[in-house]
């Protein structure tokens, strides 16, 4: 199983959307300055998740959320 996910960074309000099989040791490497590319930005909020089943799927997903339209989507849902 994959999760889709989108946080919220505490410092500037900017979103980082990714995907992952174990989402708590994610979370904990964005939040702590592991992942280099969000370490400028961090501490996050969790703003939405979303699990699926193939990474096909979840990598399919990721690319929707972070397009115009799903960017909008997650607009009008959160």
Known sequence: MYTIYVLRS??????YTGQTQDFELRFEQHNSGITKSTRSIAPFRVEYTEVLPTRTEAMKREHFLKSGAGRKWLDQRL
């Not at 505490?10 to 979103?15: D, L, S, T, V, W």
């Open 10 to 15: 505490e410092k500037n309000g900017r979103r």
